[in-house]
Each structure stands twice: as C-alpha cells, then as structure tokens.
Antibody
Framework: EVQLVESGGGLVQPGGSLRLSCAAS????????MNWVRQPPGKGLEWFSY????????YYADSVKGRFTISRDNAKNSLYLQMDSLRAEDTAVYYC???????????WGQGTLVTVSS | DIQMTQSPSTLSASVGDRVTITCRAS??????LAWYQQKPGKAPKLLIY???SLESGVPSRFSGSGSGTEFTLTISSLQPDDSATYYC?????????FGPGTKVDIK
C-alpha cells in the first residue's frame, strides 16, 4: 500500500524556520517525481514545489522562491522541505504528493499544519 | 504561469441532479488536466486525469471532457456522498496550478 506521511509541522514565529519531512513507503520512491502542495485554512490548494526523481529538476512557485528548499534522499525514501523566513501567509496544511507522469497527483499524504504566528 | 479559473464557485443541487463544473486555462494545456475531490479535513482525491480518464475506483457518474483551454467535470446523478469541494489542476508544466475550487452542496 502506498503511504506518504508528513511530519515536522507546528507553531513558528514570523522570520523563523521549519523543516518538513515526508516518509514514503509501499512503492519505489526513487522512481517518482514528488511535489509539495499547501492549503491555507479555509482556502484552496496551492502547488509550490516539485523535485524530479534524481533531484536534477527542481521548481518553485514565486510565492516561496528563495525562502523554501525542496530536497529528497532516495536511500531513506524521504522528501524534505526546508522553510526559512516564514511569514504569516505561509500558515497552511502542507501536503506531499506523488507525481505520476500523465496522471497527476494520485497519492497524497495526510498533511501537516504549519502555523506562523507570534 | 498558467492560470486556472473555475465556475461556479459554489453550487447547490438535489440528489439525482446532473451537475457540471467548468474549468478554464489561461493558455492551451492540451489534455493535461486533472480533477480532484476534497472533503473537509482530508487530502484531495484524484477523480479524473488527462481531462477525461476516470481514475480506478471512482464511480462512473463522474466524467470529464474538454481540451485546450476549456474543460468540464460532470456528475451525472448527484449523490449525498458527492458533497465536497472540487478542484481542477493543470499539469502541462512542472509548475502545475490548481483552480480556485467549486464547493458542491446537497439541497
């Protein structure tokens, strides 16, 4: 069974940092591109970062470019998100999602809540 | 960046009604469009990919159509379990984008 489990969310002050993890199981992690998607409370979905299976291709939305860093460790079956210079508008549930070519995001984690507040 | 719009933003319909949601892209995305259903507190669920392909296990009352810049999601006979928010997503580029969502309520 494919599973994606996010961790690392919590309360952080504006300007602070947080590192999220996404543990993958039930499939060959190194064969799939991965994404991060977030959802502010009561609002819609926002894609903001992609990483290819070998980490050779990385993309960010303008809203996080220069502040967030996506990475992966295929040996540990894990995806990461380093979030720096956090702002109140970064408050959201953060999801990792597996990218299947031609299909979209078939598998999602359960999400982890990040709250940026003083 | 490719922008996605959806209409309506909300709709209320009765059980058994035919419901249609429209999604438009700011430029052609061929058929690289997916539809997701999301219920409160849950992760999105993939319903349709490549504009009209039904994901395995999704009820056949859901269907998708369109190509280029205009797409539709149709629920042929609305059921109580279909109360949710529906999002379209373009994945023509690596920097994919979601539409703003359509909330479907049951009257």
């Amino acid at each position: 069974e494919v599973q994606l489990v996010e961790s690392g969310g919590g309360l952080v002050q504006p300007g602070g940092s947080l590192r999220l993890s996404c543990a993958a199981s039930g499939f060959t992690f190194s064969s799939y591109d991965m994404n991060w998607v977030r959802q502010p409370p009561g609002k819609g979905l926002e894609w903001f970062s992609y990483i290819s299976r070998t980490s050779s291709g990385i993309y960010y939305a303008d809203s996080v470019k220069g502040r967030f860093t996506i990475s992966r460790d295929n040996a540990k079956n894990s995806l990461y998100l380093q979030m720096d210079s956090l702002r109140a508008e970064d408050t959201a549930v953060y999801y990792c999602a597996r990218h299947t070519y031609g299909v979209g995001f078939l598998y999602w984690g359960q999400g982890t809540l990040v709250t940026v507040s003083s | 960046d490719i922008q996605m719009t959806q209409s309506p933003s909300t709709l209320s319909a009765s059980v058994g009604d035919r419901v249609t949601i429209t999604c438009r892209a700011s430029q052609s995305i061929s058929s690289w469009l997916a539809w997701y259903q999301q219920k409160p507190g849950k992760a999105p669920k993939l319903l349709i990919y490549k504009a009209s392909s039904l994901e395995s296990g999704v009820p056949s009352r859901f269907s998708g159509s369109g190509s280029g810049t205009e797409f539709t999601l149709t629920i042929s006979s609305l059921q109580p379990d279909d109360s949710a928010t529906y999002y379209c997503q373009q994945y023509d580029t690596y920097s994919c984008t979601f539409g703003p969502g359509t909330k479907v309520d049951i009257k």
